[in-house]
């Protein structure tokens, strides 16, 4: 566990229990029910940014299976850096084409935000790392303006990495079929819509988040009529992955959109609605910074030298692909996710279980009521 960071780079705040009615974290009727969790630690949440540039090199919290951390290591990191910086710039001028003729009239700045929990009341004990999301910000050079983005985009989790890589290997060793827990990524979710909830996320950031990941290789996806400026064409699935259902228990919605002039549909994780809650330059930066990780991290599907068809099942065998100038490791981000997933079990959930599972259920529990009073 980490100790007290430096008090300039760090906020800090409680937890408030989550209104969905509207898409958005919090309510005054919320926030006095908190009051009722009194048996269980409540869970206080500290932010620490970062920026994502040439210089970047991670904290030493840093799940290193992070895309932006993978990049930030070796010989060539000055480089590999740049160049995963200068493909974000690029796609996100190729988006934003409107009044914008030379393509170089934007850039995105992002920020690494470092997200730790305290289960300490008072906010004063050791804090765990949790979850690390990207904000972006986009600076027009032409006007001289700095136009805040979206948090979210990417997503790294230590209880993500224990949930997938201990927690479901070891429910199915028996070798009988594969099959999930009935409370699989109930833990996950309440945390993450708990800090979502909180002071430390609506104080700091204007809109609910939005994670934008690959999808899943094991799917086939059916495009429709449905088109967005921005987002591009939509595809759709009949039967949600592991992933798409882990999302949901975290209060995320799924669609599916290929973005002009790319190679495969992305899947967008979201609270709300999408096409409406969401500015078209807040999205092309979502889809730049997003759509270049997964170019360098999935080729095969992202990189490919042809776009999706109408029937797309994604395959990262297919060998019509290209390559980026830039090193990546895939196979050590794999391994790193076990052995981080066995650090979130020795060091937050081994300790803490009795009262992570009282107050996980009296979090969900709460939620039902309020729920079920609105209805």
């Known amino acids: 566990m980490t100790r007290s960071l430096a008090p300039e780079h760090v906020i800090g705040h409680a937890l408030r229990l989550p209104d969905n009615s509207a898409g958005r974290p919090g309510s005054p009727e919320l926030e006095r029910s908190v009051m009722r969790l009194t048996s269980p630690p409540v869970p206080v949440f500290t932010l620490e940014r970062v920026r994502f540039d040439e210089d970047y090199r991670p904290l030493d919290n840093t799940r290193i299976t992070t895309n932006f951390a993978n990049l930030a290591r070796g010989e060539n990191r000055k480089e590999n850096l740049r160049n995963a910086i200068r493909m974000i710039d690029n796609r996100f001028n190729e988006l934003a084409a409107s009044d914008n003729e030379t393509a170089d009239r934007y850039s995105v700045d992002l920020d690494i935000v470092s997200v730790s929990v305290d289960l300490d009341e008072g906010g004063d004990?050791?804090?765990?790392?949790?979850?690390?999301?990207?904000?972006?910000?986009?600076?027009?050079?032409?006007?001289?303006?700095r136009i805040p983005g979206l948090a979210g985009n990417n997503f790294s989790s230590y209880v993500r990495d224990y949930d997938f890589s201990v927690v479901l290997p070891a429910h199915n060793a028996a070798g009988s079929g594969f099959s999930v827990p009935d409370d699989f990524g109930v833990l996950h979710g309440n945390l993450f819509r708990s800090f979502v909830a909180s002071d430390a996320y609506t104080q700091h950031f204007a809109k609910a988040p939005v994670i934008c990941l690959s999808v899943s290789s094991t799917k086939t996806y059916q495009r429709t009529d449905t088109q967005h400026p921005v987002l591009g064409v939509e595809y759709r699935q009949d039967e949600y992955s592991l992933t798409?259902?882990?999302?949901?228990?975290?209060?995320?919605?799924?669609?599916?959109?290929?973005?002009?002039?790319?190679?495969?549909?992305?899947?967008?994780?979201?609270?709300?609605?999408?096409?409406?809650?969401?500015?078209?330059?807040?999205?092309a930066a979502t889809i730049a910074t997003?759509?270049?990780?997964?170019?360098?991290?999935?080729?095969?599907?992202?990189?490919?030298?042809?776009?999706?068809?109408?029937?797309?099942?994604?395959?990262?065998?297919?060998?019509d692909y290209s390559l980026?100038?830039?090193?990546?490791?895939?196979?050590?981000?794999?391994r790193l996710a076990v052995a981080?997933?066995?650090?979130?079990?020795?060091?937050?959930?081994?300790?803490?279980?009795?009262?992570?599972?009282?107050?996980?259920?009296?979090f969900s529990a709460l939620e039902r009521e309020l729920q079920e009073a609105r209805a």
Request: aromatic share 12%.
């Open 290 to 319: 997003m759509e270049s990780f997964q170019k360098i991290y999935r080729p095969e599907i992202y990189n490919a030298n042809s776009s999706a068809p109408a029937r797309f099942q994604p395959s990262l065998s297919q060998p």
């Open 324 to 334: 980026t100038r830039i090193e990546y490791d895939r196979e050590e981000r794999s």
């Open 125 to 145: 004990g050791e804090r765990f790392p949790i979850i690390e999301v990207l904000e972006t910000t986009i600076v027009d050079h032409r006007t001289g303006s």
């Open 340 to 362: 981080q997933g066995r650090f979130a079990q020795e060091h937050f959930i081994e300790p803490h279980r009795e009262s992570l599972e009282l107050w996980s259920a009296q």
């Open 244 to 283: 798409d259902d882990y999302f949901a228990k975290m209060g995320m919605k799924v669609r599916y959109f290929m973005p002009p002039r790319g190679a495969a549909p992305l899947a967008f994780y979201h609270v709300g609605d999408l096409l409406t809650d969401y500015s078209d330059l807040e999205l």
